[in-house]
């Protein structure tokens, strides 16, 4: 798969489970609660109307308790809200009719064909509510001609049974009728109908507020939604994406967003990432570069050694062979020593990201190695000398590190010092605690180190050897590891000219 169509693959991953995905889910819930309190006033509009439908019934109650007595003052009775009474005898004809008397109130059904479109809206909702939300379909409204006691389902209920009955219809015009019928012994029955197109205007204010609210709150939360998304999830899903190119390996062209702009959390992930790509590049540049600095030192050697192994299957003077046989040696152990040298670099770093360090007397450190030299010296009956000062500090100089690899940093700039010292000459090991930092200084009396050339010799490889030196002796590794480790510990090698000449190399580290 190639790297584009990789990349294309891990957006697609994303899916439902990104922080897009969840920011306008938990946005949304907001939303999805106030729908349900919107649809939870359908529950108030169930409340109000049956308490519409016990007003009705208490009133036919009432008025059927009246009507044995007068029935004719039925016809005088004017209610608030236009409520129309009727008394029907046993044969179902009215009896009396309160919408008789033409100043009697009356509820009133409209004729949608004239609605404004505002009124056809409200009430095209209302009726669409009602229908999402009701299981129940109500009966059409209809008065028949002529009036008949038979036209009304409560009517016949409440004569068969001898109880109340009540009954809910639906206008034309979507208003819910209200009717409640009551027996009156001898008579026949009382019959009221009301129209509750009032609960339906204070249902539909509260659904208009509660739109509004819910069409605010959407708007804010869509706002919200893609406000988060730009400044969180678009810059996590660009550094995502350059992360993810650079894994595949595509680390040249790919260029990590630094967002400077952002003073936050993800503007400091976006520099954390774009600099960890800047030094993986680096550390990649670097092992490439030391890889083929490796090739060009073993090549050296090993052209040497397959020239002197050709000759010597045609040589017979057994001096000439006795020669090639050194020179097969010496590149032998050339080998062996740029071998060496190049796996103790390369698991350099892997061993000290691993290593804890621990207080480390750099005095201790300093006396041991003196004493180590001098034997080995002694023993090998070399003519230079070596020294230790300790700057007068009788008490312990503590620093934190790994004793062996300090130690290996110090033999690497005593044997590059006894190196370029000539005969009878000293190189000396002081150490001192100036300030916060811990000084360990390595001095001979060599011819000392050019300033050209003082950013040089720290390079993998790099070799300026002194003219009576063996060549191969030494691989040109020892100061960059060394150098390496100080810059692990935290701390920086100097090279200076030391006083009336020679080298002066000044390893300076934070004191514990």
Same mark, same amino acid.
């Given at each position: 798969?190639?790297?584009?169509?990789?990349?294309?693959?891990? %957006?697609?991953?994303?899916?439902?489970?990104?922080?897009?995905?969840?920011?306008?889910?938990?946005?949304?819930?907001?939303?999805?609660?106030?729908?349900?309190?919107?649809?939870?006033?359908? =529950?108030?509009?169930?409340?109000?109307?049956?308490?519409?439908?016990?007003?009705?019934s208490?009133?036919?109650?009432?008025?059927?308790?009246?009507?044995?007595?007068?029935?004719? *003052?039925?016809?005088?009775?004017?209610?608030?809200?236009?409520?129309?009474?009727?008394?029907?005898?046993?044969?179902?004809?009215?009896?009396?009719?309160?919408?008789?008397?033409?100043?009697?109130?009356?509820?009133?059904?409209?004729?949608?064909?004239?609605?404004?479109?505002?009124?056809?809206?409200?009430?095209?909702?209302?009726?669409?509510?009602?229908?999402?939300?009701?299981?129940r379909?109500?009966?059409?409204?209809?008065?028949?001609?002529?009036?008949?006691?038979?036209? /009304?389902?409560?009517?016949?209920?409440?004569?068969?049974?001898?109880?109340?009955?009540?009954?809910?219809?639906?206008?034309?015009?979507?208003?819910? $009728?209200?009717?409640?019928?009551?027996?009156?012994?001898?008579?026949?029955?009382?019959?009221?109908?009301?129209n509750?197109?009032?609960?339906?205007r204070?249902?539909?204010?509260?659904?208009? =507020?509660?739109? /509004?609210?819910?069409?605010?709150?959407?708007?804010?939360t869509?706002?919200?939604?893609?406000?988060?998304?730009?400044?969180?999830?678009?810059?996590?899903?660009l550094?995502?994406?350059?992360?993810?190119?650079?894994?595949? *390996?595509? %680390?040249?062209?790919?260029?990590?967003? %630094?967002l400077?702009?952002?003073r936050?959390? $993800?503007?400091?992930?976006?520099?954390?990432?774009?600099?960890?790509?800047?030094?993986?590049?680096?550390?990649?540049?670097a092992?490439?570069?030391?890889?083929?600095?490796?090739?060009?030192?073993?090549?050296?050697?090993?052209?040497?050694?397959?020239?002197?192994?050709?000759?010597?299957?045609?040589?017979?003077?057994?001096?000439?062979?006795?020669?090639?046989?050194?020179?097969?040696?010496?590149?032998?152990?050339?080998?062996?020593?740029?071998?060496?040298?190049?796996?103790?670099? @390369?698991?350099?770093?892997?061993?000290l990201?691993? =290593?804890?360090?621990?207080?480390?007397?750099?005095?201790?450190?300093?006396?041991?190695?003196? +004493?180590?030299?001098?034997?080995?010296?002694?023993?090998?009956?070399?003519?230079?000398?070596?020294?230790?000062?300790?700057a007068?500090l009788?008490?312990?100089?503590?620093?934190?590190?790994?004793?062996?690899?300090?130690?290996?940093?110090?033999?690497?700039?005593?044997?590059?010092?006894?190196?370029?010292?000539?005969?009878?000459?000293?190189?000396?090991?002081?150490?001192?605690?100036?300030?916060?930092?811990?000084?360990?200084?390595?001095?001979?009396?060599?011819?000392?180190?050019?300033?050209?050339?003082?950013?040089?010799?720290?390079?993998?490889?790099?070799?300026?050897?002194?003219?009576?030196e063996?060549?191969g002796?030494? @691989?040109?590794?020892?100061?960059?590891?060394?150098?390496?480790?100080? +810059?692990?510990?935290?701390?920086?090698?100097?090279?200076?000219?030391?006083?009336?000449?020679? *080298?002066?190399?000044?390893?300076?580290?934070?004191?514990?």
């Open positions: 798969m190639r790297a584009e169509e990789a990349v294309q693959e891990w %957006r697609r991953g994303l899916g439902f489970g990104s922080l897009r995905a969840r920011i306008f889910a938990v946005n949304l819930l907001a939303v999805i609660v106030l729908a349900i309190m919107l649809l939870y006033l359908d =529950t108030v509009r169930a409340r109000l109307l049956d308490e519409r439908t016990n007003a009705i208490n009133e036919a109650l009432a008025i059927a308790g009246l009507a044995g007595d007068l029935p004719a *003052g039925l016809e005088r009775l004017n209610f608030a809200r236009g409520t129309r009474v009727r008394l029907y005898a046993n044969d179902g004809g009215v009896l009396t009719d309160n919408w008789r008397f033409e100043p009697t109130r009356r509820f009133a059904i409209e004729d949608p064909d004239g609605y404004s479109w505002q009124r056809a809206s409200a009430k095209f909702i209302d009726r669409l509510l009602e229908q999402l939300l009701s299981a379909t109500l009966p059409h409204y209809a008065e028949a001609v002529p009036d008949r006691a038979g036209q /009304w389902r409560e009517v016949q209920v409440a004569r068969q049974s001898g109880q109340p009955a009540t009954e809910l219809r639906r206008a034309i015009d979507g208003s819910i $009728i209200v009717g409640a019928a009551v027996p009156v012994p001898g008579l026949g029955v009382v019959h009221l109908m009301d509750a197109e009032d609960v339906s204070i249902l539909r204010a509260e659904r208009l =507020t509660s739109f /509004w609210l819910l069409l605010s709150v959407s708007g804010l869509l706002g919200l939604s893609f406000y988060l998304t730009r400044t969180i999830v678009r810059p996590l899903r550094l995502a994406i350059a992360a993810h190119r650079v894994r595949l *390996g595509r %680390r040249r062209e790919v260029v990590v967003p %630094r400077p702009d952002r936050d959390e $993800i503007g400091a992930l976006a520099r954390a990432v774009s600099d960890m790509s800047i030094a993986l590049r680096r550390q990649i540049d092992t490439e570069a030391f890889a083929a600095d490796v090739a060009h030192e073993l090549k050296n050697p090993l052209a040497s050694l397959r020239s002197a192994v050709d000759v010597l299957g045609q040589v017979e003077q057994p001096a000439l062979r006795d020669q090639l046989l050194d020179v097969i040696r010496d590149d032998v152990g050339r080998i062996d020593r740029l071998i060496t040298d190049i796996a103790d670099a @390369s698991r350099l770093d892997a061993e990201s691993r =290593t804890g360090f621990q207080p480390v007397d750099a005095g201790a450190l300093a006396d041991g190695l003196v +004493s180590a030299y001098g034997i080995a010296g002694q023993a090998h009956g070399q003519t230079r000398g070596l020294a230790v000062q300790r007068g009788p008490a312990p100089v503590m620093i934190e590190g790994d004793a062996s690899r300090l130690a290996q940093v110090l033999r690497n700039l005593i044997d590059n010092a006894l190196s370029f010292s000539p005969d009878g000459g000293t190189v000396t090991l002081a150490v001192d605690r100036v300030g916060e930092q811990v000084e360990l200084v390595v001095t001979d009396q060599g011819p000392g180190v050019p300033s050209a050339n003082r950013g040089d010799i720290f390079r993998r490889f790099y070799s300026e050897r002194p003219p009576t063996d060549f002796r030494h @691989s040109g590794l020892g100061l960059s590891i060394a150098a390496a480790i100080v +810059s692990a510990h935290g701390g920086q090698i100097v090279v200076e000219e030391a006083q009336g000449g020679g *080298g002066r190399f000044r390893v300076l580290l934070p004191a514990a």
